[in-house]
């Protein structure tokens, strides 16, 4: 019994579940769920759910950290339980101490080095607090756990009969949650993006700037909703005058919610932060071209594009589709939250995980475009859910 119990377990940890059985199976139960729903109940929806919930974690159980991204915030949170500055260090000695290979896993420059600092905000190492305090290893499981609250939240905001359309969002792309248990950790920036998302579309634009400033503070990918959201913001308003006091809310909200984590680490050594951050804007090394768009042509040895190139792209996209944003403002307004995915295609540096999680984005900004989000509170649904399991069960 236990040896068949360790084979269920080994399987669902396989690449073979992940990569060929998840998206079937996932795309089966929507398709089952789709058709047998009755429209009013998401009592099958949570089930599943919860189904998620055990295999998540069983996939996570023994994964190690998978890339430099994850080692440099493992090693920043033991830089901070010794109180010295993650970002006033080198993370060479990560590589070393956790046993990770620099050629295979570091992010490389074109002088032939790797990275060695913290590249991302303060939330990127923060998130991961709680979860080494209490002793838990492998900080992906705080990526899980952060992906499940995901599902929860989309699970929530879909009307019943498109409730088991997240499975579909989350699952039927095995890179996503491949991605997720392997030490890339974007979805930490993606739960606070959606629920400002949401609360923007009540237009309780301060709760939605602090929520899409820690989505900031996670990774520098969200940072390009900004302008769009301006954009949003001068277009709706009636007067100049309104949109300078929604605008002024909205920043300072905004930037509070960003500073408010990063701070202390500003404080701490200002030029630290700054070239960490920013880098390698900031004068940092140049990183070598990698990535989905044009980069792939550079990649590929198929054609030879400079950096100032790729520069001058990025600013024609993001400075084009600002102003068709505007232009067409009433046809295409939700696509602020999926911007970054079109402005990055063209950077020298456009990997895959700055695209394939936007789906979520895209799935709940689709939602909110149609009016077609839940109403109920969470607590009454949860409610009903079971008090239909126990009439069923009686």
Not at 185 to 201: A, C, E, N
Not at 283 to 292: D, K, S
Not at 339 to 352: D, E, T
Request: charged share 10%; proline share 6%.
């Amino acid at each position: 019994m236990m040896f068949s119990a360790f084979l269920a377990i080994e399987f669902l940890r396989s690449s073979l579940f992940q990569m060929g059985v998840l998206p079937i199976l996932t795309s089966i139960i929507f398709l089952y769920c789709t058709v047998c729903s009755d429209g009013e109940s998401k009592q099958t929806v949570w089930t599943g759910y919860f189904v998620a919930l055990v295999v998540a974690f069983i996939i996570n159980w023994n994964t190690q950290i998978g890339t430099d991204a994850m080692l440099f915030s493992q090693y920043s949170v033991d830089l901070l339980f010794d109180g010295r500055n993650p970002y006033a260090a080198s993370m060479r000695p990560a590589f070393e101490k956790y046993g990770i290979s620099p050629a295979a896993y570091g992010t490389h420059t074109v002088g032939g080095d790797i990275v060695t600092s913290l590249s991302y905000p303060a939330l990127s190492v923060l998130y991961f607090v709680p979860q080494t305090l209490l002793g838990v290893p492998n900080l992906n499981r705080t990526s899980v756990v952060v992906l499940l609250l995901v599902l929860g939240f989309l699970l929530h905001e879909s009307p019943p009969r498109l409730a088991f359309l997240p499975f579909l969002v989350l699952f039927a792309n095995p890179d996503l949650l491949r991605f997720t248990t392997g030490g890339v950790f974007d979805i930490l920036w993606v739960l606070p993006l959606l629920l400002g998302m949401r609360y923007w579309y009540r237009e309780q634009l301060m709760v939605a700037a602090i929520w899409v400033g820690l989505a900031c503070a996670v990774k520098q990918t969200p940072w390009i909703v900004t302008p769009y959201l301006a954009v949003w913001l001068y277009v709706e308003r009636d007067d100049l005058r309104t949109f300078v006091r929604d605008a002024g809310i909205t920043l300072g909200a905004g930037l509070g919610a960003f500073l408010a984590p990063n701070l202390p680490f500003i404080l701490w050594d200002p030029m630290a932060w700054l070239t960490s951050v920013f880098t390698p804007v900031a004068g940092g090394p140049a990183l070598v071209t990698e990535g989905m768009g044009p980069a792939l042509l550079v990649q590929t040895d198929l054609l030879a594009v400079s950096k100032s190139t790729f520069t001058a792209l990025v600013a024609l996209s993001l400075f084009g589709s600002l102003f068709a944003y505007a232009r067409f403002f009433d046809h295409v307004k939700w696509l602020v939250w999926i911007a970054p995915a079109f402005v990055l295609w063209f950077n020298y540096r456009s990997l895959y995980n700055y695209f394939i999680f936007f789906l979520p984005v895209a799935y709940y900004a689709i939602l909110l475009n149609r009016d077609a989000v839940c109403h109920r509170s969470l607590r009454s649904e949860l409610s009903a859910t079971l008090s239909s399991v126990r009439s069923s069960g009686g």
